[in-house]
């Protein structure tokens, strides 16, 4: 024990040590106070849409009193995707993607993707969250603690006294390596309290899955290291070798996948989709309301005892409304397209990312802290659930030509929804365990090799 | 030729050389003995350029190294205790660097007879140089030296670790150098080389020069007691 | 300094490396990534093929509209599509994450949607391959570890001694070396350059201009060559082992390549706070209902308005007016709402100004930064070049709206009595309004917007030639 201290205080003495773990301290501060932030931001503003979306409607329902049809056109119905406090450690895609949906009950497709105000230069450079910190910057550590664990002691020519004087040589080498780990794992468990602490992260579940997954990954660079440590060359190409496999998993990789994925699922649904919306309402304007009305009640039957509106007449809220509606329905087709090629991204880019360690890492992050992908697709499709629920109770009473007292508005508060991540155990763990264990094999028969 | 007139130099707080005086005469091989730290190779940098003397001077055929190190620069060559070069080229794309550098521009027949002359076979000419022992980079070496018509020789432990062998084969350059008329110096613990090849010699003991004189009337296990004496 | 000297070391310098087979396989890796990027580059610059056609296809159905009123052409709207700009291929900077096209339609500004982002998985946020990254992110790697032993292993194993001793000066070794080192890294941009001026070639979109840029591009990526390889050969003359040198110079490019950026980046956005797009619509609907609303007949605002319009026709009701108040009352509005949007964006538009601030200065200290925003700002794929194209697309949009509303002043009755007027306009109309065209950033604007930029690396370049010189006079061989 009392050597273990030694070697414990040898390391610590270092100025790499001291350097490396302040740095990543100081890092990993600022990255949750950034987190922090993001949250304060996230929850201002669905409080800001509940507090103003009642003001909105009493003042629209005085001036249009009398017509709510027109009034419908006005209102808008918020919902709410509530933000875990995980979010703070993992921002994701929660930054371009909206949280809050602020819909009117007229055609959908052109509403509902509304991006969030982002200043492009920050989304490139990129978000300084603690997931960031935990897949860039530790393996860093790692490296830098133990690329020259056995080459040092070579060229310094003290490995020939620790070969002579101690009968478990290679366990020496394994302690010097711990020594290393436990600072590094302590450090990162100090940043969780912090973390817990200031975003206010209950300990749950989903919390001890993602502190599980950091120690994984930054086991997993352990393991590469060792593997690179047991080839016995020297310190520089130790350093070399070990920063191209940063580069590899970190930089290279995860760009040629997106490079891959982008350029073979392009999206020009996405254009037509928008086109093909306003076309199919607007030129209902000009075609047979009576065709129209039709349309709508086919999707619609219960609403059929409403008839049909005059051709002469100017302007009837059924009429509306229904042109509104087949917008929708019109561009259905793409729309569909349009979702099932971002599945397609997300499940190529979840496939492929369980042989990368680096990529599984962040994107259990995103799912666990709900800011991944398939909760905003989840959030997308509880939107259209909410805009169909909201218009089919508004629809009669449009209809029907009641006035807005006719309505209970007190029922429209902002409804607030959350998303559960289904992460498997086997999902989580198995491509670290996989990673891991061939690494340590490997190590152990190249060790084997080099010293005999 | 070669003349150190009350030459010392200090490192911080530590006094590598105190005022060290030597005459060394054209045409003589001059070994410099001593132990580990003695002040050796500081005087030899010193002749070399390479440092500044924190007082006294150095001189090169009467020109002071530190006012003039273009002109004393053409007239010296350096050979290191171990030649490393460039591992990746081969002796002779080697020596046409270097001799290149100091201004001449030998044709190859030259380059080759002078690797030749330095007793390096001409089959290992075009080998890299990371394959070379410890002598035949040696040779390499000496060969630079001839390239630029060096009037005097600097060399560091120019035997240490060679073979018997390849000693025997340096010891014979360095003698047919001198007969050319080249003046060598060489710092050295090799006692009985340096009787061997020496015309004189020199013992330093904590950067002060204890004795000097000509090695034509001592014997190697005269010189060795006269060593292990003073120090 | 001896031309002559410089060019026997400078020459050695680079035949050793080459004799050396690490680099051919660092060659093999460029080349493999400049493949991987150029390819990529190339198809995401096709995309321009999906925007073209859906810009047409947009067109069309505008055209195809029979005659109507001209307030629901103005709610019928249009689509602005961005263009990439043909050096994007080069450097697609924040292509990704700005938005692609943008609904055009009276009374409302609309968010432009459908970034590259808002459909990516997370992947996206590890960066993308262009061949601007390669240079930028890989190449100065590169080097740095084929010069990090050029002086101190020669130190090491005495050769500097004979470097010396030899004839050559200080001076001589330390530029040799360097011009060498910046010789190879040059040799490795060529088949970046090249590769970029053949898609140029190829290229039917290019026009002089864009050659200007591409020749800006390359002088700066030269001239980042040789600091880089400066900066290289000085830590090798001031480092005291080999693996020391190697050390500083890898964590140098950590620092200056990974994390400061990064960090800035963050900084700046932590300390100016931006709206959220609910809060920024709610604060713009607040201004435009302090004017006054138009939906309300008793609106003080409104009615004063009418009621001078009425005095200055000498007529009693809005019926009587020569022209049709309604299309002269949305004009009123529409310039209103513009000119408040207009306020409120370019606010916001400031605040991530402010928010790019630090990163923009920072480049005076850090090369690399430099060199990234000089690139994407000539490559047209910065942030200023996506602000112009979203005040075009507004312009636009404020030219069709108010085009609409003067059309419903001139040709529709402000009688439904009178029926000299119709309630239509022909749809010729719509045809003689033109389509959206996009026109990129001058050169000259975004070259003035990158500035700080130029000059530190003018100012680098200066520096890492000093630092050399300053070496040579404080440099020992031992």
Redesign the interface.
């Known amino acids: 024990m009392s050597l273990y201290l030694l070697m414990f205080r040898q390391f610590v003495r270092t100025r790499i040590c001291q350097l490396g773990l302040s740095m990543v301290l100081v ?1 990993g501060i ?2 949750i ?2 987190g922090k ?1 993001f949250l304060d ?1 996230q929850r201002a ?1 669905a409080a ?2 509940a507090e ?1 979306q009642q003001e909105h409607i009493k003042r629209n329902v005085d ?2 009193k009398d017509d709510l049809g027109l009034l419908l056109y006005y209102l808008k119905f918020a919902v709410v995707n509530d933000v875990s406090p995980l979010a703070g450690l993992s921002i ?2 929660k930054d ?3 949280s ?1 949906q ?1 819909v009117t009950i007229l055609a959908l497709e ?1 509403q509902k ?16 969250d603690l997931s ?1 910190l935990i897949v ?2 530790f393996p ?1 550590l790692v490296i830098a603690f133990n690329y ?1 664990l056995l080459s040092e002691e070579e ?1 310094g020519g003290t490995w020939k006294m620790v070969s002579v004087m101690s009968v478990h040589r290679w366990r020496h080498l394994f302690t010097k390596m711990s020594v290393r780990a436990v600072l590094l794992f302590g450090v990162l468990i100090i940043l969780f309290i912090i973390a817990a602490g200031i975003l206010g992260i209950e300990y749950n579940l989903a919390f001890s899955k993602i502190i599980l997954t950091s120690m994984l990954y930054i086991a997993f660079w352990f393991a590469i290291v060792a593997f690179i440590i047991s080839l016995r060359r020297s ?2 190409f130790n ?2 070798a070990l ?1 191209f496999c940063w ?1 590899i998993f ?3 990789i ?10 073979k699922y ?3 649904e ?3 989709t ?2 093909k919306q ?2 199919g309402y ?1 030129e209902k ?2 075609t047979n309301k009576r065709e129209t009305v039709e349309k709508f009640y086919k999707q619609y039957p219960q609403f059929s005892s409403y008839g049909f509106p005059s051709e002469a007449s100017k302007l009837q809220w059924l009429w509306y409304y229904a042109m509104q509606n087949l917008g929708d329905v019109e561009s259905k087709e793409e729309s569909a397209l349009l979702e099932a ?2 599945l397609k ?2 499940d190529v ?2 496939t492929w990312s369980m042989l990368v360690p ?2 599984h890492a ?2 259990i992050f ?1 799912s666990l802290a709900g ?3 398939e909760n905003y697709l989840d959030f997308l499709n509880y939107t259209e659930q909410f805009h169909e629920k909201t218009r089919l109770y508004l629809y009669p009473k449009i209809f029907s030509y009641n006035k807005a007292e006719g309505v209970d508005w007190d029922r429209f508060k902002p409804e607030h929804v959350s998303f559960e991540a289904h992460i498997t155990w086997s999902h989580l763990l198995l491509p670290f365990i996989g990673a891991i264990f061939l690494l340590v094999c490997a190590t152990l028969i190249s060790f084997r090799y080099f010293n005999s | 030729m070669l003349e150190a007139i009350n030459l010392s130099k200090k490192y911080g707080e530590h006094q590598a050389l105190k005022s060290l005086n030597l005459n060394v005469p054209a045409g003589e091989t001059y070994c410099l003995l001593g132990q580990n730290g003695a002040g050796k190779t500081t005087t030899i ?1 010193l002749f ?4 500044k003397p924190s007082g006294g001077k150095t001189l090169i055929n009467g020109v002071e190294v530190n006012m003039d190190k ?1 002109t004393t ?2 007239m ?11 591992g ?2 081969n002796g002779l ?1 080697n020596l046409e ?7 001449h521009n030998h044709s190859k027949k030259w380059l080759v007879s002078l690797l030749s002359k330095a007793g390096l076979k001409e089959k290992h000419h075009t080998k890299k140089l990371s394959s070379y022992s410890k002598g035949m980079r040696q040779k390499v ?1 000496v060969a ?1 030296a001839l390239s ?1 018509n060096a009037q005097v020789i ?1 060399m ?1 432990e120019p035997t240490s670790g060679l073979d018997p062998q390849a000693t025997a084969e340096f010891t014979a350059i360095c003698k047919e150098l001198v007969s050319e008329g080249k003046t060598i110096f060489m710092a050295t613990h090799d006692i009985f080389n340096a009787v061997n090849v020496g015309s004189r010699i020199g013992i330093m003991k904590e950067g002060e020069l204890i004795h000097s004189g000509k090695t034509l009337d001592l014997t190697a296990i005269e010189l060795q007691d006269l060593y292990l004496k003073t120090i | 300094m001896k031309k ?2 410089l060019l ?2 400078a020459k ?1 310098f680079c ?2 490396v080459f ?2 087979k690490a680099i051919y396989l660092l060659v093999l890796t460029l080349v493999v ?1 400049l493949v ?2 150029a ?2 580059g190339v ?2 610059y096709d ?1 321009n093929h ?2 073209i ?2 810009q047409q ?2 067109r069309e ?1 505008w055209e195809g ?2 005659d ?1 009123h001209p307030h ?1 052409m103005a ?3 249009t ?1 602005a ?1 961005r263009l990439k700009h043909p050096l994007s291929i080069f450097d697609f ?2 292509e ?6 943008v ?1 055009l339609e009276a009374h409302k500004q ?20 262009s061949m601007a ?1 390669v240079l930028q ?2 190449l100065p ?1 590169i080097i740095f ?1 084929i010069g990090y032993s050029a002086i101190v292993a020669d130190r090491e ?3 500097l ?8 000066k200080w001076k001589e070794i330390l530029f040799g070396k360097a011009l060498g080192l910046s010789a190879i890294s040059l040799l490795f941009c060529l088949p970046f350059l090249g590769t970029i001026t053949f898609i140029l070639l190829t290229e039917e979109h290019v026009v002089q201009d864009d050659w200007m840029r591409f020749a800006i591009i390359v002088i700066a990526y030269s001239l980042v060559c040789f600091i880089l390889s400066f900066i290289t050969i000085y830590v090798s003359l001031k480092s005291d082992s ?2 020391n040198a ?2 500083k110079l ?1 964590g140098l490019w ?1 620092l200056m390549v ?2 400061v ?10 300390f100016y ?8 619509r ?1 604060a713009i609907e607040q201004d435009v209902l302090k004017y006054g ?1 138009s ?2 007949i008793n609106d003080p605002f409104f009615k004063a308005l009418k009621d001078s319009v009425l005095q200055a026709n000498h007529v009693k009701t809005v019926e009587e007016l020569p022209f049709n108040y309604g299309g002269f009352l949305m004009s009123k509005g529409e310039r209103i709402s513009a000119n408040i949007y207009g306020e409120h964006h370019k606010q ?1 538009l400031d605040q ?1 100004r402010k ?2 601030q630090l ?1 923009q200065w920072l480049a005076i200290i850090n090369p690399f930064l430099a060199l990234k925003n000089l690139s994407m700002s000539v490559s047209g794929t ?2 200023e070049s ?1 602000v112009h194209f979203q005040e075009q697309a507004e312009d636009y949009r404020y030219k069709l709206a108010q085009k609409m509303n003067s059309l419903q002043m001139k040709y529709i009755t402000p009688n439904p009595n009178d029926k000299t007027k119709g309630s239509q306009v022909s749809r010729d109309q719509w045809k003689s309004f033109s389509d959206f065209q996009y026109t990129q950033l001058t050169t000259e604007a975004a070259i003035l917007n990158v500035k700080v930029s130029i000059i530190s690396i003018l100012s680098w370049f200066i520096f890492s030639i000093a630092l050399l010189v300053y070496g040579a006079k404080k440099a ?3």
């Open positions: 890092l600022i990255s106070f950034i932030q931001k503003t800001q849409v103003t001036l249009h994701g895609q371009i993607n909206p809050v602020n052109g993707y509304d991006a969030d105000l982002v200043n492009p230069a920050t989304l490139l450079f990129g978000n300084l960031f860039y910057v860093l020259n060229e310190s520089n350093a070399v920063l580069l970190l930089i290279l995860p760009a040629v996948l997106n490079n891959v994925i982008v350029n392009p999206m020009p996405a254009f037509t928008m086109i306003r076309d607007h304007w000009d090629k971002v991204r997300d880019s979840q680096s990529l962040q994107l995103n800011t991944g992908m | 940098n070399l350029g390479l440092l273009n620069n053409s010296i060559a350096y050979i290191p205790e171990v030649v490393q070069l460039y990746n080229l794309e660097f270097f001799s290149r550098l100091s201004g070496g630079i630029k600097f560091d | 002559r000297t026997i070391i050695q035949a050793s004799k050396s990534l991987i990027a390819r990529s198809a995401y995309q999906y925007r056609d859906h296809m947009a159905s509209n029979p109507k629901r709610h019928f709207g689509f599509f900077g924040v990704s994450f700005t938005g692609n096209a609904f609309n968010v432009v949607n459908f970034s590259e982002a808002s459909f990516s998985t997370g992947l996206l946020r590890f960066g993308e391959l990254m992110t890989i790697l570890f194993n005495g050769t001694k004979i470097l010396l001793t030899q004839g050559a080999s693996k190697l050390v890898l950590l990974i994390l950026p990064r960090t800035s980046q963050a900084i700046g956005a932590y706070e931006t709206p959220s797009k609910v809060e920024f709610a609303d939906h309300d916001l991530y928010q790019n990163t910065d942030f996506y020992t061989a031992i």
